[in-house]
């Protein structure tokens, strides 16, 4: 018996790592013809990629046969990268303006918990496998977090930050806009003012479940409150420390110039929009390491909305509309070239779920190399969040998050908005 166990045992290390996978789970065998493995380095022809139990086991070169009882999955036609990444989502709706208002006031909190996992979908579907949350009341989000790490529905993989926090009066101070006789309405819990009203703020989002800390230095175009800063330094420095004493990261709404210099001094992770930044913001950004997520195609739902109804929104946040169509994109022609790390996120919501790699085009538009772009939704984008050992790169061991398209986004980005193939975590979604 012993003889028995010891000959199989040096039989099973014999076996390739791919035949031993075999042995333990099902696998999938994808023949691709082009694969972009690690965005930011010279693309790999003809490929097979085993994935067995969620995970890559390998990337062997050239179209190897797949064995007896495994599925087989041809993209030689194809172009296939790692799962796209959008690092600023807000999947509980993308209604906006008045219709958006309504819709607050009409539609159950079931209902919207089933909008929420719907627009997950859109997002998953378009290629995107992993999404930051940044933002959203009740819970919605938190709760199809846990119900996709559980496996009771697909969507994509979700970092969350709870409810966004502000200062009273901020830009995500739900009563703003409102009239007073409703106010009561409306939690308060994302609010604090002061330093110790802001640390407990934190904690009390870590522990509803948060992945992420999201605040507000400045106002915003969608509450109309504007560029103005509305928070302290101690304020926004109590925030940060206190999240990273959690060891949670921060991303920090900011559009005025003196928020995001704020934001930054004090430590923030990522800059979320930055629509003002000028060279000495991007100098401090680059030199501290700051990630910047420009969220360029919330233009686009705003340009649609007013084409079907130009009252869509109130006069104070139209004029904040129009002010950010204008400046579009300038933030970035100064940030990337001075090595501010860019990190891709679309503001999903305003703009349209599902539709988050219309964002590649404006990326190229205002100045990234397609090349440059794809980098920004994967390896950085899985850096900033923090799931860069799990995915954001075709690698033996990570995630079996795979998408592919027919042509070559390198030379054309817009065919990113066309997927053929998308795997999740070993599960296909999207067949070829």
């Known amino acids: 018996m012993k003889i028995s166990m010891l000959a199989l045992a040096v039989t099973l290390a014999a076996m390739p790592v791919a035949a031993q996978a075999q042995s333990a789970a099902p696998q999938t065998w994808i023949h691709a013809g082009r694969v972009i493995a690690v965005p930011g380095q010279a693309p790999r022809g003809a490929t097979t990629i085993v994935v067995a139990d969620g995970k890559i086991v390998s990337l062997q070169d050239g179209y190897v046969p797949a064995p007896a ?3 087989a999955i041809d993209l030689k ?4 990268l790692p799962g796209l990444i959008d690092s600023h989502v807000h999947l509980a709706s993308d209604r906006g303006g008045n219709e958006r208002l309504v819709s607050a006031m009409t539609d159950s909190l079931p209902l919207n918990a089933y909008e929420t996992y719907w627009n997950g979908m859109k997002t998953l579907r378009a290629g995107f496998t992993t999404v930051r949350n940044l933002g959203d009341s009740k819970g919605k989000v938190l709760a199809l977090k846990e119900a996709v790490k559980r496996g009771w529905v697909q969507g994509p993989r979700i970092l969350d930050a709870g409810e966004s926090i502000s200062t009273t009066g901020g830009h995500m101070d739900g009563r703003v806009g409102l009239a007073e006789d409703v106010h009561a ?3 308060t819990e994302n609010l604090c003012d002061g330093v110790d009203d802001c640390r407990k703020a934190v904690r009390r989002q870590i522990g509803r479940g948060a992945d992420v800390i999201k605040f507000a230095t400045t106002g915003g175009v969608n509450s109309g409150t504007g560029l103005a800063t509305r928070m302290f330094d101690d304020e926004a420095k109590a925030l940060i420390d206190t999240a990273h004493a959690y060891g949670r ?6 559009h005025g110039l003196d928020g995001i210099k704020l934001a930054v001094r004090a430590g923030a992770d990522s800059i979320e929009h930055g629509t003002t930044i000028d060279e000495e913001a991007a100098k401090m950004m ?3 390491g700051t990630y910047y997520v420009p969220t360029l195609s919330t233009v686009n739902g705003y340009l649609e909305r007013l084409a079907a109804n130009p ?3 109130s006069p104070a946040v139209r004029a904040q509309i129009d002010w950010r169509i204008g400046i579009t994109g300038k933030s970035l ?3 990337y070239p001075l090595g501010v790390k860019i990190a891709y996120g679309t503001d ?3 703009s349209k779920h599902g539709r988050n790699a219309d964002e590649f085009e404006l990326l190229v538009k205002f100045g990234m190399p397609p090349a440059e772009a794809i980098k920004a939704a994967t390896v950085n984008a899985a850096a900033l969040l923090g799931v860069d050992k799990e995915t954001g790169t075709l690698e033996a061991g990570k995630a079996a998050d795979i998408i592919a398209v027919s042509g070559d986004p390198l030379a054309d980005v817009k065919v990113l908005k066309a997927m053929k193939f998308v795997m999740a975590r070993g599960e296909v979604i999207v067949g070829p």
């Open 69 to 71: 009882g495994a599925t």
């Open 77 to 80: 036609d194809k172009t296939v």
């Open 185 to 187: 309405m409306v939690g």
């Open 249 to 254: 990261k921060v991303a920090v709404h900011a």
């Open 286 to 288: 680059a030199k501290a």
């Open 311 to 313: 009252n869509a929104y």
């Open 333 to 335: 022609q100064i940030a």
């Open 348 to 350: 999903a919501g305003p």
